[in-house]
C-alpha cells in the first residue's frame, strides 16, 4: 500500500509563496499533485516523472520536483492567486498519462491565499 502524506500548507496574502510537501513510501512512481476548491470539481496541477507536467492556470508559478533519495515530492508555489485557494493532495501512481486519474492519494492539505 503507498502511503502518501502532504504537509506545508496554510493561509498567505495574494503574491505571495508556499512549498507544499509529499512524504511517499515510493520513490519510482510517477507523482503529482491534484487540488479541490469548495464545491468543484478536484482538477489536475502538477505531476513529475521524468518529466513535468503542469495546468495551464499554474504554468510559470508553481513548480514540482522530487527528492527521490528521501521520498519527497514538493510543489513550490509562487505568486498565489486567491483562485489557488483549495486542499491541495498528493498523488501517485505507477505511470502518468494524459487525462491521470492516480490510484494513490493523500489526505490534503489546506491552501488559503487572502485578497
Known amino acids: 500500500q503507498v502511503q502518501l502524506v502532504e504537509s506545508g500548507g496554510g493561509v498567505v496574502q495574494a503574491g505571495g509563496s508556499l512549498r507544499l510537501s509529499c512524504a511517499a513510501s515510493v520513490s519510482r512512481h510517477a507523482m503529482g499533485w491534484f487540488r479541490q476548491a469548495p464545491g468543484k470539481d478536484r482538477e489536475f496541477v502538477a505531476a513529475i516523472t521524468g518529466s513535468t507536467y503542469y495546468a495551464d492556470s499554474v504554468k510559470d508559478r508553481f513548480t514540482i520536483s522530487r527528492d527521490n533519495a528521501k521520498k519527497m515530492v514538493y510543489l513550490q508555489m509562487n505568486n498565489l492567486k486567491p483562485e489557488d485557494t483549495a486542499v491541495y493532495h498528493c498523488?501517485?501512481?505507477?505511470?502518468?498519462?494524459?487525462?491521470?486519474?492516480?490510484?494513490?492519494w493523500g489526505q490534503g492539505t489546506q491552501v488559503t491565499v487572502s485578497s
Open positions: 498523488a501517485a501512481d505507477r505511470s502518468y498519462r494524459s487525462a491521470w486519474t492516480p490510484e494513490y
